[in-house]
């Protein structure tokens, strides 16, 4: 099996599409019932779906931030914090 580290890379991000893909499946598949529960049952009471979907969705769009933005160390950004902490060090006494 080879280290290569782009495919090790690629790998994780795979991975975290699928994961959002199930998040999105599961959050789209909720969302039904709750709704069809709604309209059938309880449709004179305010849309009360509307109370666990929201902060779900939430969740939802940070999840997609996370594998479609990943904040991942690389060396650009560990030098340029690197330069940020010199340039802040007070000098010898």
Known sequence: MTTDPVRARAVRQVRRKR????????FVLVT????????????????????????????????AWAVYHPSELDDARIEREMDRLHRRRPGPD
């Not at 994961?19 to 599961?26: F, I, R, S, T």
């Not at 049952?41 to 929201?54: A, H, N, Q």
């Open 32 to 63: 039904l019932v709750l709704i069809v529960v709604w309209l059938i049952w309880l449709r004179s009471i305010f849309f009360w779906p509307l109370t666990g979907l929201l902060p779900w969705a939430a969740g939802l769009a940070f999840h």
């Open 19 to 26: 994961g959002l893909q199930v998040h999105a499946l599961w």
